[in-house]
DNA sequence: GCCATTTTTGACCGATTGGACAAACGTTAG
DNA sequence: CTAACGTTTGTCCAATCGGTCAAAAATGGC
């Protein structure tokens, strides 16, 4: 069979596969790509690993692979960014949707950020290209707000910037995030404070009110 | 001769050692701890791998001297966070020495980062007791400012994590935002964005001025 | 039940890796 | 000059790695 061309693909075959991503994720988001090894993924996929290698062609396969299917899912947050409604609105979901993502996905934050870190060797096609026309998309919104008057003027691609920084922060640095707060708070208790924080943080600040 | 007693180390001992811990700080903050090899890093400075393992027992030993001696200069900044002085001023100030670091830095935040990102296999004793203790001890410092009605009323800890997350994030995510910014503006002149940007944000948020 | 196709596996390979070691080299004090 | 000590290197080793391959096992259509 050729498990190439996807039109081909039994059902057990995108089972498989699905399995496989699911362990390569698991496996390559603590390790990276260069620390993780066929065997680790295939062990976690309950496979062997040239069973594993029937599947795909090689561990650069299952790593693109991955990279690419969950960038949709990463940008979506973005994407739902909506030039009509209240600026200060749709800044405030950005941010505590960015924030459940990092909760909810921090394997994925943390497989981009390995990429990223070492010079994005795997990533950068598509930094350049998806990444790059949405940021200016959306950038061109926000700096429609600010024309308008209806939030500070800033720059927008830095503003970005910082809602992606703080956000992924708590995905990426998780265990010094844990390590500087101590066993008091558990995960949602965490996730609470954050969102209060950042939320206070983008609307008004650090200036004591008055 | 006994490379491991400190006591007895010769000048050009030292100086090799030296030389030894600047190309490991560049090859590993490139491609993290396993991403790294003994031979990339004796190229880097110089020399033959064997004679490298004659100044330092092993890999994990260059990496922890290395970690262990950049542990203060990175946190150089917060420490000078000073009780007295203007609270806004103090804030403004560690924001502005903390985005220096990343900007003349970037290798030891990296090297931070990548070994955090994974689980802060090494660095983890480190964040358990130096860190936290810092950070405790400022938490208490700008709680403080809060209690005395000087800065707005939030979590400090969290504010700490934000002032880390949008400083480092120029450094450890580089190429993601010389991907997303292009061309345009150079180090220099990115950085004064940064810099604007980021004392906006703390200082007043994102409401606009009324 | 039988055959063709798909799936799984054990055995293997060449390359790379961290590290050991003894021999060679350089330097310097007497 | 030379013995002692510090330094450097070529060679080697065992372990691990990504990936191949042929044969065995399971599966499904008839």
């Given at each position: 069979m050729d498990t190439a061309s996807p039109k081909t693909r039994t059902r057990i075959q995108k089972q498989k596969r699905e399995l496989i991503l699911e362990a390569a994720l698991e496996v390559f988001s603590q390790h990276g790509f260069r620390g993780s090894t066929i065997d680790q993924i295939a062990e976690a996929a309950g496979m062997s690993k040239p069973n594993l290698l029937y599947y795909f062609r090689s561990k650069e396969d299952i790593h693109h692979t991955l990279i690419q299917r969950l960038l949709d899912t990463w940008l979506a947050p973005l994407r739902?960014?909506?030039?009509?409604?209240?600026p200060l609105t749709e800044l405030r979901g950005y941010i505590r949707r960015k924030l459940e993502m990092a909760r909810d996905f921090p394997r994925e934050s943390r497989l981009f950020a390995n990429d990223i870190l070492q010079g994005?060797?795997?990533a950068m096609p598509m930094l350049e290209d998806e990444l790059k026309t949405l940021v200016d998309e959306k950038a061109e919104v926000i700096l429609g707000w600010m024309k308008a008057g209806r939030i500070a003027r800033t720059d927008p691609r830095h503003l970005i910037f910082s809602i992606w920084a703080t956000t992924q922060h708590y995905a990426d640095f998780d265990v010094q995030v844990r390590a500087v707060l101590?066993?008091?708070?558990d995960g949602e208790g965490r996730f609470e404070d954050a969102a209060r924080f950042l939320e206070q943080l983008f609307m008004d600040g650090l200036k004591p009110k008055g």
């Open positions: 739902e960014l909506d030039d009509v409604g209240d994005a060797p795997r101590g066993p008091g708070r």
